[in-house]
Nanobody, 123 residues
């Protein structure tokens, strides 16, 4: 069994900051890719930022969060973080962690989603 557990969401005023964490646990051999997605009410889920595990980690951001959000990971802890600064009301959404990983004793890679954490930014 593999679980992704997010934490760090909450209510913040516009201009404020939050830090999200997502820890992958279970029978994990290696985590190849981790990302944050978000889904606002009535909208499709969208990619916010992602990071690979190779070397220093290739990183990508959605245009809407560039310069404000920073994704990072701790490979030893199988954990990914999302530091969110200068938050705007339009950042309000449920934020989901996503990972592609290899399990112990299984050669194929599988993808997993976290349960989501609510981020609400008030104006």
């Amino acid at each position: 069994q593999v679980q992704l557990v997010e934490s760090g969401g909450g209510l913040v005023q516009a201009g404020g900051s939050l830090r999200l964490s997502c820890a992958a646990s279970g029978s994990i051999f290696s985590v190849n890719y981790m990302a944050w997605h978000r889904q606002a009410p009535g909208k499709q889920r969208e990619l916010v930022a992602d990071i690979t595990s190779a070397g220093s980690g290739s990183i990508n951001y959605a245009d809407s969060v560039k310069g404000r959000f920073t994704i990072s990971r701790d490979n030893a802890k199988n954990t990914v973080y999302l530091q969110m600064n200068s938050l705007k009301p339009e950042d309000t959404a449920v934020y989901f962690c996503f990972a592609i990983l290899t399990r112990i004793g299984i050669s194929e890679r599988y993808s997993y989603w976290g349960q989501g954490t609510q981020v609400t930014v008030s104006s």
